[in-house]
């Protein structure tokens, strides 16, 4: 068995601009702030002798690698990403970016945001566009039946309302 996995799929290009704002934060603070600390820290460690028994130098480098490689990646992803910052035009039905509610056979209530993948949150109710459950709802109506594959099985929902902004927002 060889150790070679094939790269995983890149996730769909598109993002809420408070998302997009998000990761373009956080690339500058990792170019700008910490990766000059972790750099100045990584000197004086070298500057103190024997790098090879040298705690502090080992743990500098291997954390100015992980910053190094976010770093790539954030700048990669940002490149290619497409900004939604448009309602759709027909906003009965659930495309990126839609608040939607979905009611179980039990009769619960869930409430979620269709994302993209950089910026999905379970805790928010945020979920992916390219999640199982983000992909049977794109499209959908008030009162359509959403099938979703689940692990555990199939669960049938039911859209019950769609917004395009916060259900805080009321």
Not at 24 to 32: A, N, P, R, V
Not at 124 to 149: C, F, H, N, T, Y
């Amino acid at each position: 068995m060889s150790r070679y996995r094939p790269p995983r799929p890149s996730g769909s290009k598109y993002i809420t601009p408070e998302g997009y704002k998000r990761l373009q934060d956080e690339l500058t603070y990792l170019w700008k702030v910490e990766r000059p600390q972790v750099t100045a820290a990584v000197a004086e460690a070298a500057a103190q002798g024997d790098r090879s028994e040298n705690a502090e130098y080992t743990y500098g480098k291997k954390r100015l690698r992980e910053i190094d490689r976010r770093i790539r990646y954030l700048s990669k992803r940002l490149d290619g990403m497409i900004v939604v910052d448009q309602l759709p035009s027909d906003q009965s039905r659930i495309y990126f970016g839609a608040w939607f509610e979905l009611e179980d056979e039990q009769g619960n209530l869930h409430r979620y945001r269709i994302v993209g993948p950089d910026e999905f949150d379970p805790a928010k109710g945020w979920i992916s566009m390219d999640s199982p459950l983000g992909r049977a709802v794109l499209r959908k109506q008030v009162d359509d039946e959403v099938r979703v594959r689940l692990p555990s099985g199939e669960v049938t929902y039911v859209v019950t309302e769609i917004r395009y902004r916060s259900f805080d927002e009321d």
